[in-house]
């Protein structure tokens, strides 16, 4: 597993706007997954791309892959002041540790 | 849907006593883990425990640290003498096997040592 790098570091929009957060990594995935972490409390899986996807919508989030770039990227549409938290991305690829970066830290203002 | 349960949620407790945190993962999860995150940090990986033995620990999961599952359902960790520095959240996961299975946190003990 590696760390995955989340940019920006703080994020901060209107309720109803999107928010987009990208992550890079370095090495080559197996799957990349997306948790949210509210201040406080457990980290929870959103979503989850595989290395050979390129897309992935769950409800209001929509998660892109470009393994070219070793990049990805978490929209959230029309977002609510219940989805300001923090948000990490992580490489998966098996039942080792995981290794979290900073995260975006998203403020969704009302 | 099942979830991680941890208890307590803050447990207050001074230098140098030995405290055990508790947690009860999904039923039918076979990986557990416990990470750690220092107020304002990353989260940070200490343990992982598979077909009864640690699979996998960090730096720093040192000797003050061990972990057991006595019972089939309960998960837990233990610090034998604890320091100031031992002061953050303890999250506890668990995850079925396979590679695209996510992990399932609980809310986390805050240890605050004094």
């Known amino acids: 597993s590696q760390q995955g790098e989340e940019d920006p570091q703080a994020l901060s929009i209107q309720e109803g706007e999107n928010a987009t957060m990208n992550c890079s990594y370095k090495?080559?995935?197996?799957?990349l997954q997306w948790y949210r972490q509210n201040s406080g409390r457990g980290l929870v899986h959103l979503i989850l791309i595989r290395s050979n996807e390129r897309e992935k919508h769950s409800g209001r989030l929509r998660v892109t892959l470009d393994t070219s770039k070793k990049s990805s990227s978490l929209l959230i549409t029309a977002s609510r002041a219940a989805d300001t938290a923090s948000y990490f991305c992580v490489d998966a690829g098996n039942n080792r540790k995981l290794i979290w970066g900073l995260g975006t830290s998203l403020a969704v203002n009302p | 849907e099942p979830e991680v349960t941890q208890t307590p949620s803050h447990q207050v407790t001074q230098m140098g006593q030995e405290v055990i945190l508790h947690c009860v993962p999904i039923?039918?999860?076979?990986?557990f883990y416990w990470y750690r995150q220092i107020l304002g940090q990353k989260v940070e990986f200490l343990v992982s425990?598979?077909?009864?033995?640690?699979?996998?620990k960090s730096e720093i999961f040192d000797d003050q640290f061990s972990v057991e599952r006595p019972d089939g359902s309960n998960f837990t960790l233990k610090i034998r003498s604890t320091k100031l520095e031992d002061s953050a959240m303890y999250f506890c996961?668990?995850?079925?096997?396979?590679?695209?299975?996510?992990?399932?946190f609980g809310n986390g003990t805050r240890l605050t040592v004094t």
């Open positions: 425990f598979y077909n009864n033995e640690i699979s996998e």
């Open positions: 090495t080559s995935i197996n799957n």
């Open positions: 039923s039918n999860h076979l990986y």
């Open positions: 996961a668990s995850k079925l096997a396979g590679e695209y299975s996510p992990l399932h």
